[in-house]
Nanobody, 117 residues
Framework: QVQVVESGGGLVQPGGSLRLSCAASGIIFSNNVMGWYRQAPGKERELVAS???????NYAESVKGRFTISRPNAKNTVYLQMNSLKPEDTAVYYC???????????WGQGTQVTVSS
């Protein structure tokens, strides 16, 4: 069974940095996309960043130039480097893996990111 586990969230001051990690196990399809959604109270779920097996990336406009998603060697591990954090980045961040062949997704439990002074 596919499992997705996030880590690295926490409390950081504005302008600071955090790195989120996501480890997925049980991946059986090579063609997939991994990334993060986030959801803040009173706001709709937003796609933050994603990266395909081939390295193609997508970012929300609000995080371009500040966040970097990477998938260095292990295809089942991705990182989200978040720099120049703003209070509006505060949300629960959910890692996911989407299998393009089956058009199905698996989600992690979420990790809280709080940006506050």
């Amino acid at each position: 069974q596919v499992q997705v586990v996030e880590s690295g969230g926490g409390l950081v001051q504005p302008g600071g940095s955090l790195r989120l990690s996501c480890a997925a196990s049980g991946i059986i399809f090579s063609n997939n996309v991994m990334g993060w959604y986030r959801q803040a109270p009173g706001k709709e779920r937003e796609l933050v960043a994603s990266i395909s097996t081939g390295g193609s990336t997508n970012y929300a406009e609000s995080v371009k130039g500040r966040f970097t998603i990477s998938r260095p060697n292990a295809k089942n591990t991705v990182y989200l480097q978040m720099n120049s954090l703003k209070p509006e980045d505060t949300a629960v961040y959910y890692c996911y893996v989407r299998y393009l062949v089956t058009a199905t997704s698996k989600w992690g439990q979420g990790t809280q990111v709080t940006v506050s002074s």
